[in-house]
């Protein structure tokens, strides 16, 4: 299918070689969290949208007052920023969700609609479950599409990803564009493996605050910065609960121990 008739554009802005960030619901949300706070910082406006009904499955049907609304199905949209701050414009990327198929089609369509606006290189985010612990900081890796790009890594300091599969199309985006010789990069988040669950905004700070040079932004992080302190509180609160259950489920208390011995002995003298 012609991926033209897969993308509805609302504007034709002029870009200037503009970098494309895209972003899926992924673990621990690092992806989301990161680029839907770009959203809300920066005054990025409605580029184009991805038509569902290729993709997706309607996810349900509402009815208001009685009344049934049609199918609502996720979104997947693009927004531009002129960047009055870096060399390149940047265009945003956002789906509510991965589809179930088709997602090798989905990187193609997204990749056009780059090529259209004279895309330079395009960037995703992840998340690097590892045995680090939830009080530390997370550290970045980065992986990228060719080796001349292993260099700019080793500039920003990053942390060696070893070998590693990265799931979902936050990682398929970068190997379609390998396929087409475009440069990309993903930056992922160190989140603890026992945590992957739960969202962590402190790994997506870590990724954004990378992501801002590669970008060419001018980034107040801030309010993000402030969630994640609220956010390692919460977890180290979650920890301590758990280990109390834990404690209370898997140890028996020595007084309890000892009225099992009295209770024994007094048997035995009947």
């Known amino acids: 299918m012609d991926t033209r008739e897969l993308i509805k554009i609302h504007a034709r802005p002029k870009l200037r070689q503009p970098n494309l960030l895209a972003a899926w619901p992924g673990v621990s949300g690092v992806a989301l969290i990161a680029a839907t706070y770009l959203l809300d910082k920066l005054p990025f406006k409605d580029l184009a949208e991805i038509k569902p009904m290729y993709f997706f499955e309607p996810i349900g049907v509402l009815a208001r ?17 002129k960047n009055p701050s870096g060399e390149n414009d940047v265009i945003l990327f956002i789906s509510d969700a991965q589809p179930a198929s088709k997602a090798y089609e989905m990187a193609n369509a997204i990749l056009d ?37 292993t260099q700019e890594l080793a500039s920003l300091g990053l942390a060696r990803a070893g070998n590693l599969q990265i799931s979902g199309l936050n990682g398929l985006l970068l190997g379609v564009a390998k396929e087409r010789n475009i440069d990309g990069m993903c930056l992922m988040g160190d989140v603890p493996s026992y945590s992957h669950r739960i969202q962590n905004p402190m790994a997506a700070l870590a990724v954004l605050n990378t992501l801002k040079p590669l970008l060419g932004i001018d980034l107040d992080t801030g309010d993000l910065a402030m969630v994640a302190q609220e956010a390692q509180q919460r977890m180290k609160q979650v920890a301590s609960e758990a280990m109390e259950d834990y404690i209370d489920y898997f140890t028996e208390p020595i007084w309890e121990q000892g009225e099992e011995y009295y209770d024994d002995d007094e048997e035995e003298e009947d």
């Not at 009685?66 to 920023?81: C, D, G, H, M, T």
């Not at 004279?118 to 080796?147: K, L």
């Open 65 to 81: 007052n009685n009344i049934v609304e049609a199918p609502s199905f996720p979104q997947s949209r693009f927004f531009y920023l």
């Open 113 to 149: 609609l780059g090529i259209r606006f004279h895309m330079n290189r395009v960037y995703t985010c992840a998340a690097a479950m590892t045995r680090i612990h939830h009080t530390e900081q997370p550290r970045v890796r980065g992986v990228v599409t060719n080796a001349a790009m």
